[in-house]
């Protein structure tokens, strides 16, 4: 029997990879077919959106939706990998960091920024994986990119010696890395800084309050059906018989079908029955499918 369709959302534990994940919600839903959206690391915690079976075909649009974290950022030292799992690559006291010079540097890591993605990140560079290059002592020159930090807010303060806790919370656009965050704003202060602790407490319209834990999902897993979370993502279409066999097909419909859910994005396209029968996008004056989710 197939496996049913739907997301999972979990709150990832810390020490185990994203992939780890997944391969424990394969188990746990008995199918192969499953996927992830937004990578987390080891180190990090949180919100973790799991696609199951046809679920796994919104994930790659899921992507881009908008990001909430809190962590910590420890100033007066940088690591090689941005973050507390790296080694310690330099140590500058950071006694004399005000709130000011925290504040002011701050607002310049907000809004739309150009950001370098971490040597160690699974970015591809020549088909490999950048921390691969980085562990084989070849970290890339990785190409900065523009990313949008809508929101990044210090929420307290602790000093340690000559080092500096900064807790943080940050609101930002997929593909914003907060380890590099942290570096950059160790960097601009001129005292170095990596990431100590990570939390993901959102993604789109899924947050901690939806998350499940691994052990809550081995007790009782339920998934979060396809329809649902289709309509909990995207705008929301419905469509008629004959344009929802269309649509099933892979044709495409006049763009003017659109208009009744106004915005920009994907649109979730569903049946007379209910059930979701494809992302929708608008291009060359066409709704054209993204992806089919009925045979």
């Known amino acids: 029997m197939t496996a049913a369709s739907g997301l999972v959302i979990v709150d990832k534990p810390p020490g185990r990879s994203s992939h780890d994940v997944v391969a424990r919600i394969r188990r746990l839903a008995g199918t192969r077919r499953v996927g992830h959206a937004g990578t987390l690391d080891p180190m990090a915690t949180g919100v973790l959106v799991i696609g199951v079976e046809k679920a796994t075909r919104l994930l790659g649009h899921l992507a881009l939706a908008e990001k909430e974290y809190t962590g910590t950022i420890r100033l007066g030292q940088a690591t090689d990998t941005d973050d507390a799992e790296g080694q310690i690559i330099a140590r500058t006291p950071a006694n004399a960091v005000t709130e000011e010079a ?24 020549a088909g490999k994986r950048a921390y691969r290059l980085a562990r084989e002592g070849a970290a890339p020159a990785l190409a900065a990119r523009t990313v949008t930090v809508s929101s990044f807010t210090v929420a307290g303060l602790r000093r340690h010696g000559d080092l500096l806790d900064a807790d943080v919370a940050v609101t930002c656009s997929s593909g914003t890395y907060i380890r590099a965050l942290a570096r950059d704003l160790g960097a601009a202060l001129g005292v170095g800084g990596h990431l100590t602790a990570l939390r993901r407490t959102r993604v789109g319209p899924y947050d901690l309050a939806q998350a499940r834990t691994l052990e809550q999902l081995a007790g009782s897993f339920s998934l979060m059906p396809l329809e649902e979370a289709a309509a909990g993502a995207f705008r929301s279409l419905g469509l008629g018989d004959d344009d929802a066999r269309m649509v099933a097909h892979g044709r495409r419909l006049p763009a003017s079908v659109l208009s009744a859910v106004p915005g920009t994005g994907p649109v979730a396209a569903f049946a007379p029955d209910g059930s979701l029968v494809a992302l929708l996008t608008e291009e060359g004056g066409q709704a054209r499918p993204l992806a089919v989710f009925v045979p």
Do not use: D, H, M, R
């Not at 925290?102 to 560079?125: C, D, N």
């Open 102 to 125: 925290l504040a002011a540097a701050v607002a310049a890591l907000t809004g739309e920024i150009e950001q370098v993605p971490p040597g160690f990140s699974a970015i591809k560079v």
